[in-house]
């Protein structure tokens, strides 16, 4: 079973930046995309940003221009930058691995979440 974990989550200031981790238990490349979603408190869960296997990268409007999204490969971990951040940033950031199956199966993996919080 894939799993995902999360790191580097915490409290920061307007302004300010933090990057968060995300390290898989196997290849990154066996995975045909990767995104970072975030949910805050009494809302849905957004993608916030997209990585695909082929390194093409994609932003909600939201976060453009601030956030960035990579990968190392040979630590099997993806990453977020995020830059400028903004008290509405607050949420939990999780990881999500999607890959499709020879036999066309979707599976999706999602690690347990990190707690970002933007406030002075």
């Known amino acids: 079973q894939v799993q995902l974990v999360e790191s580097g989550g915490g409290l920061v200031q307007p302004g300010g930046s933090l990057r968060v981790s995300c390290v898989a238990s196997?290849?990154?490349?066996?995975?045909?995309?990767m995104h970072w979603y975030r949910q805050a408190p009494g809302k849905e869960r957004d993608l916030v940003a997209s990585i695909t296997y082929g390194g093409h990268t994609n932003y909600a409007d939201s976060v453009k221009g601030r956030f960035t999204i990579s990968r190392d490969n040979t630590k099997n971990t993806m990453y977020l930058q995020m830059n400028s951040l903004k008290p509405e940033d607050t949420a939990v950031y999780y990881c999500?691995?999607?890959?499709?199956?020879?036999?066309?199966?979707?599976?999706?993996?999602w690690g347990q979440g990190t707690q970002v919080t933007v406030s002075s």
């Open positions: 196997e290849s990154i490349f066996s995975f045909n995309v």
């Open positions: 999500n691995a999607h890959r499709t199956t020879p036999g066309g199966t979707e599976l999706d993996y």
